[in-house]
């Protein structure tokens, strides 16, 4: 048996990469071992695409840090060429909303260092003279992006690897996996290892490796074609010409990509119903070879492109390709520790394979290496599905996002596929009462209300058709009373004598006291914000912590590895208990209807009771993140349609409405409240997100304290600031750089209108401290005004919240 520190399955671009980025962070004993030969999972890419368009930074920097790879850093250190072509790369577009798309992305991209250009449609004709014109609205040019060789890329990482001690085993699949005395026991032909760290980085064998590590992988394989041409006429004039290469061309509508490959062309299409394979396993036999090929189903595809490119029927069909990609729920990589396995780790489910494979194996890397990931992991840790991600729900995601691979990708997007898993006791009754439902980490949970039946969301990066809707919920809450079904929330219990110790170390706050309610951040090791606590403190030896739904993986990972130091007990009961909100100035009353509790002084702000409301158990938190007088009352599932109807029926002669997630988020912005995901992340210390209060360093120990310490004197550190814009009818969302004297200084984290204070507001980062004069907000290409509000703009004295 051979004692390593880290065994990597599969040999793709994304595990070499791993395994060439662990080398040069000084890791000994690194075993990559693969399934077939170097490069299978990189065979179906052979387009090779690389791309710099992305609308979050981390998958942008993932892009990025390939490219940079590709281009400059892997020549120059192995002598070896990944043939990197620096060809450019444009998406063009017929459809209005697809500009305000690609105005967004450029936005964010000049912020993040990587600017791409807006283009007219006699730009697009400069850039690619092949390319016709007719209903063009314009489109987006990538300058930086290219194609590079996957075969010479992935081999370069590997001799990278090689060159710095890390072992690699070609032809030597894995053939069980067990958990025992602290390690990973992995048997293979060639070799029996005990490891200390396992990553499943096996690409199309993803899931089954997952179900050898005793996890459920949400990836699916998708069969994937593309077409490559013999000589195009006027591609062979350009090089006869020594015009350069042209650049990568892509028609999201139309659903098709189109590179130049030395005198030919490839064309790359996406269709509508995707055709998954191999769902439960890929066949014992298969290695790398490809499928044949189906152009039935691509043929409409193919006529669209040629009308576009008239040049590509000028070129015979020299071979077609076909062959499996992998899929996960929301397309994005699965990167980072394993939920509920003691150093097991993620690095699959990427569905553009050499296009983000440098960058993800970067990114593992400094997260094994640090405790921590380099940048947010919100929308690529592996923990943001869970045990709910079912092999229904997986497929029909997989068809999903591989049919909108090209579909534009709009603000508070709501897909169809794969809903209603996890449905709270209130769903009907939301429903009954007009709740245009979305999806949060698996449950349906209301985002606004209509007042007529049937009525959905109208996409769009402008004002749509729930403004008005969100406005009335708004009004409710602040003169009268609203409910809210608030049941998605993760929710956990601690209790055991070591209670007060475990909450005393676990963030940067100190507990609050029995009987009271208060935040706590937890930190990574660099200081950064993992995750946000509302901890009820029930008694000495017990607590209840509520944090985000999408968190609810994440959040029980870290409090279980702290609940191991100390004497306590941890329980998930997120299913267990129900939420429902009620909120406003006749909150009290309504309450008062139906229970005999003291919900005067004898129930402070930020305090929790057990108490009985309708004959039935509750926990009360008088707590509210929209900044009005009013309660979170949790119980158990079983009784929340009887509170439900009972607090209805009382808040009737009140005037009583309805609220959801989105007039949540713009009552939160007008008290200037941070949301975790969005504003709070990893990168960002509390300190930097405007928190400081609620730090408390001196006399105690948390993970993070000396980094946060440190950083918090760093003259460079970043600082968050709530912005009033006047913009208008155009409200921000999230995303849009913050400039002054026009250059990007900031970047904003979450926004939208205040209708209790008629105004726009946003949360931003800005990199520069204490900027105050001459800011603007870019939205969708226009500069709007803004200045920094130095108190919440509703009720900056806790009026209404102390009533």
């Not at 994005?332 to 150093?343: K, M, W």
């Not at 009004?475 to 209670?499: I, M, N, Q, W, Y």
């Not at 100190?510 to 993992?530: K, Y």
Request: glycine share 12%; proline share 7%.
């Amino acid at each position: 048996m051979s004692d390593i520190q880290v065994l990597i399955i599969g040999g793709g671009a994304m595990g070499v990469s791993l395994a060439y980025h662990l080398g040069k962070a000084g890791w000994s004993d690194v075993v990559l071992t693969e399934k077939n030969d170097l490069t299978h999972g990189s065979t179906w890419h052979a387009a090779g695409l690389c791309t710099h368009f992305a609308h979050n930074p981390t998958i942008q920097e993932l892009r990025a840090t390939s490219v940079r790879l590709y281009r400059d850093i892997l020549p120059e250190e192995t002598g070896q060429s990944c043939g990197f072509h620096p060809t450019g790369a444009m998406r063009i577009t017929r459809n209005p909303d697809r500009m305000d798309e690609f105005r967004h992305v450029a936005g964010l991209s000049d912020f993040t260092g990587y600017p791409l250009e807006v283009l007219t449609p006699e730009r697009v004709a400069e850039l690619h003279p092949l390319a016709r014109l007719d209903g063009l609205r314009g489109g987006i040019y990538e300058p930086d992006d290219g194609h590079v060789d996957p075969t010479l890329a992935t081999q370069a990482m590997a001799e990278g690897a090689k060159a710095r001690g890390v072992t690699i085993l070609r032809q030597n699949p894995v053939t069980s996996i067990r958990r025992e005395g602290g390690h990973w026991h992995v048997e293979t032909p060639k070799a029996t290892f005990r490891t200390r760290h396992l990553v499943n980085a096996a690409g199309t064998w993803g899931w089954e490796v997952g179900r050898m590590m005793g996890l459920n992988i949400p990836s699916v394989p998708v069969l994937h074609q593309y077409l490559v041409t013999d000589t195009v006429p006027a591609v062979a004039e350009r090089i006869a010409q020594g015009l350069p290469e042209l650049p990568i061309i892509r028609d999201p509508e139309e659903s098709w990509y189109v590179r130049q490959e030395r005198d030919g062309l490839i064309l790359g299409p996406y269709e509508r119903e995707a055709q998954v394979w191999s769902v439960d396993g890929v066949p014992p036999g298969f290695g790398a070879e490809l499928l044949p090929p189906d152009l039935d189903r691509v043929e409409h595809i193919v006529e669209a492109a040629m009308a576009r490119i008239p040049a590509l029927g000028d070129g015979g069909v020299k071979s077609v390709i076909n062959g499996p990609i992998t899929f996960s729920p929301d397309a994005n990589p699965l990167i980072g520790p394993a939920h509920g396995v003691e150093n097991g780790w993620l690095l699959t489910g990427s569905s553009m394979g050499v296009m983000e494979g440098g960058g993800a194996g970067w990114f593992l890397a400094h997260w094994m290496t640090h405790g921590a990931p380099p940048m947010d992991a919100l929308a690529v840790d592996s923990r943001r599905f869970g045990p709910w991600a079912d092999r229904d729900y997986r497929v029909a995601k997989a068809i999903e996002c591989f049919g909108l691979q090209f579909g534009v990708h709009y603000p508070f997007e709501e897909r169809p596929a794969g809903r209603c898993l996890r449905l709270s006791p209130l769903h009907d009754r939301m429903l009954a009462r007009g709740a245009v439902m979305g999806a949060a980490h698996g449950w349906e949970r209301p985002n606004w209300f209509s007042g007529t039946p049937g009525e959905a969301a109208r996409e769009s990066f402008q004002r749509t058709n729930w403004f008005a809707p969100v406005a009335r919920e708004c009004e409710a809450v602040t003169t009268r009373v609203a409910l809210a079904d608030l049941s998605v929330f993760s929710k956990f219990e601690v209790t055991g004598p070591g209670t007060a110790d475990f909450l005393d170390t676990l963030g940067a706050n100190r507990p609050p006291a029995p009987g009271r309610v208060g935040l706590i951040h937890a930190l990574t090791p660099a200081g950064g914000v993992a995750a946000e606590f509302t901890v009820a403190r029930l008694a000495e030896d017990a607590a209840y912590l509520t944090s985000a739904a999408a968190a609810e993986e994440m959040d029980f990972d870290l409090l279980a590895t702290h609940a191991a130091k100390h004497e306590v007990r941890l329980r998930n009961v997120t299913e267990e208990l129900g939420v429902i909100g009620l909120m406003g100035p006749k909150s009290r009353v309504v309450l008062g209807a139906l229970t005999d509790a003291d919900l005067g002084p004898g129930f402070p702000w930020l305090s929790v009771r057990e108490i009985t409301v309708a004959d039935r158990p509750v926990r009360a938190l008088r707590v509210s993140y929209l900044g009005e007088l009013g309660w979170e009352l949790h119980a158990l599932t079983a009784d929340l349609p009887t509170l439900f109807d009972a607090l209805e029926e009382a808040g009737q002669p009140h005037g009583l409405g309805f609220y959801g997630a989105y007039a949540a988020n713009s009552m939160r912005l007008e008290k200037g409240y941070r949301g975790w995901g969005g504003d709070l992340t990893t990168e960002r210390t509390p300190e930097e997100a405007g928190l400081g209060s609620l730090i408390c360093a001196e006399g105690r120990e948390f993970t993070g304290r000396e980094a946060l310490l440190e950083r918090m004197q760093c003259p460079d550190r970043w600082e968050m600031v709530l912005l009033e814009v006047e913009s208008g009818t155009l409200d921000p969302f999230y995303a849009h750089p913050v400039r002054h004297a026009g250059q990007p200084v900031g970047i904003i984290t979450s926004g939208a209108h205040g209708h209790r204070t008629n105004r726009t507001l946003a949360l931003a980062y800005l990199r520069r401290r204490g900027l105050r004069d001459g800011l603007s907000v870019d939205i969708l290409g226009q500069s709007f005004a803004a200045r920094v509000l130095d108190r919440p703009p509703f009720d900056p004295d806790n009026t209404r919240l102390r009533s």
